[in-house]
């Protein structure tokens, strides 16, 4: 039996350095904002506008978070966004995954050209497909429920032309012994196409997720009800029209952030293989 050779240390190379500094200069730059966000959250309001601006707080106002809790119906919104945030996920990937079989494992009569033209909507922005979706959904008696927050923004072409790539780049003799061995379409794709698409499925909820809890104007324009509010919409009550209470509203932000940081902490290898599997990483 051969001896196990050990791990080998990357080696540094003098002509990486430059891409290394840059790569940490984008990163400094990228978590600023995040990090004015922190200490604006922190601060009293007579600090938030001083000259120079004072990154650590002093003295640290801790009392801001348990203002901004206390000023809303914090938890009913955090629920809110939990139940849409998971029932749009759920859908599109149920929706977009049956749709990309189709698209990619069966063959009918103007396939590529139905695909095409589903592609097409991707170019059509939510702005003009918002007002017809509005009436649809006052016409069907959904107003301020959560069948508006979740049904229409539960079917993604994006999505299925990512599932789609990733369906196309397994090997048909899969589904070719699957039939063989008589299953069926549906048992395919359930129990061969999702399996082995964990990676992409894993990365594409993540999208889909962060999309759908930081939305904020379809919430917006289709709930009237503060027990329908989602988190985005609630945080905007800081906002008045004279006035903006900015301790609060950074203090509110932070602890809307931390299921995003929660989740994609957890997910962030799955993340990282599903972009490098569905060609999005530049592979």
Do not use: C
Request: proline content about 7%; glycine content about 6%.
């Amino acid at each position: 039996m051969s001896e196990q050779r050990p791990a080998r240390r990357p080696v540094f190379r003098a002509r990486q350095l430059p891409l290394h500094v840059a790569l940490i200069l984008g990163s400094l730059v990228m978590l600023l904002p995040f990090a004015w966000m922190l200490s604006t959250s922190l601060k009293g309001p007579e600090q938030i506008f001083t000259y120079p601006p004072v990154w650590v707080p002093n003295p640290i106002a801790w009392d801001n978070y348990r203002q901004a809790v206390a000023a809303m119906p914090f938890g009913r919104f955090y629920l809110n966004s939990l139940i849409v945030t998971t029932g749009v996920t759920v859908v599109q990937l149920l929706t977009a995954s049956l749709a990309a079989f189709a698209f990619a494992r069966l063959r009918f009569r103007g396939r590529d050209g139905l695909f095409l033209v589903y592609l097409a909507t991707l170019m059509i922005p939510f702005q003009v497909t918002m007002i017809p979706n509005f009436v649809l959904v006052r016409w069907l008696g959904w107003y301020d429920s959560y069948q508006a927050l979740i049904l229409p923004t539960a079917f993604s072409a994006f999505s299925t032309f990512l599932l789609r790539q990733t369906f196309l780049g397994l090997p048909r003799d899969l589904d070719e012994a699957a039939r063989l061995d008589g299953a069926s379409s549906l048992r395919i794709w359930w129990s061969i196409m999702l399996p082995l698409s964990g990676p992409t499925l894993a990365a594409l909820a993540i999208f889909v997720a962060l999309n759908s809890w930081n939305e904020f104007l379809w919430p917006l324009i289709i709930t009237n009800a503060e027990a329908m509010r989602t988190l985005p919409v609630g945080l905007s009550t800081f906002q008045g029209q004279f006035k903006v209470e900015w301790h609060l509203l950074m203090a509110g932000s932070v602890i809307a952030m931390l299921p995003v940081l929660l989740v994609y902490s957890l997910a962030q290898r799955w993340f990282i293989s599903g972009i490098t599997l569905s060609g999005m990483g530049g592979r």
